[in-house]
């Protein structure tokens, strides 16, 4: 359960990068976010404690006139570097990742890229290891906010394809979707969606992950100053548990 690469997708996972809800006229190259969360696993005495600070900055100025803040940044193709540092506690177990990362559109072009690196140091109580992998991404935007890509590790790489797309309602509302689907070396093939739907001032959203069978919602209400503020709950096979998140953009 300790093993470097699950608590480092489990701390990617707590420490996703989720979106505001509000719409403004306005832009930001900054962002900043927060989040706690706990886990109740079943049969297990002590709930898993997660937190992780996250900051992002893009290479160009995103503007929010007239779409989700929450979603500026993807509908502008606007490139990014962030940086992650999380801990995640289960007892007298610990973990903690510090990781950063590049992503970057090619100017005129249908083209992204991304680079990773991720370094986790995991202590079960008795033996302490430390790790450090590299990952990325590949992919194409072939019409506006329409997004295809895969995602390969320094491991290897298991065939793998994401689809996003966020549309404008003809209510002027928006609604951002996306499936994905892996095919592992051992095993069935995995699959997830996830869809968020925009009010002018708040977000409701949800999704399910066929690993585990977890099922999973949420809602963000945006704050003054560039504050938004997010709650989730999931439940699986054989745990369940809550976040909170607070991100803020210099809006």
């Known amino acids: 359960m300790f093993k470097s690469g699950k608590w480092m997708i489990g701390a990617a996972m707590t420490g996703l990068v989720l979106s505001g809800a509000t719409l403004a006229d306005d832009e930001f190259c900054v962002q900043a976010q927060g989040h706690y969360g ?22 160009a100025p995103v503007s929010t006139t007239d779409v989700p803040v929450g979603e500026a940044a993807y509908i502008n193709r606007a490139s990014f570097v962030s ?25 005129d072009t249908i083209f992204f890229g991304r680079v ?35 995602d390969f590790t320094e491991d290897g790489y298991d065939p793998n394809i994401t689809a996003r797309y966020v549309a404008k309602l003809s209510n002027s509302h928006w609604l951002a979707g996306s499936i994905s689907a892996v095919d592992p070396d051992e095993g ?23 690993l585990g069978d977890q099922w999973s919602v ?15 709950y999931f439940t699986d096979e054989g745990s369940d548990g809550f976040g909170i998140q607070l991100t803020w953009r210099d809006l």
Not at 43 to 48: K, L, T
Not at 123 to 146: E, K, M, Q, Y
Not at 193 to 209: E, H, I, M, R, T
Request: contains cysteine; hydrophobic residues 35%.
């Open 116 to 150: 990773g690196v991720a370094r986790a140091e995991v202590d079960d109580g008795t033996v302490s290891d430390d790790d450090t992998t590299w990952n990325g991404t590949v992919g194409i935007v072939p019409i506006p906010r329409l997004f295809f890509g895969t």
């Open 83 to 107: 940086v992650m540092a999380s801990r995640v506690e289960l007892g007298d177990a610990d973990a903690k990742v510090l990781a950063a990362e590049f992503g970057y559109h090619v100017p």
């Open 188 to 210: 069935d093939t995995e699959y997830s969606a996830q869809v968020d739907y925009y009010f002018p001032s708040f977000k409701l959203g949800g999704g399910f992950n066929s």
């Open 218 to 232: 949420r809602a963000e209400k945006g704050l003054p100053h560039g504050f938004a503020l997010q709650g989730d």
């Open 38 to 59: 706990k886990t109740d696993i079943e049969d297990v005495p002590d709930d898993v404690d997660a937190c992780s600070l996250s900051g992002t900055y893009y290479l």
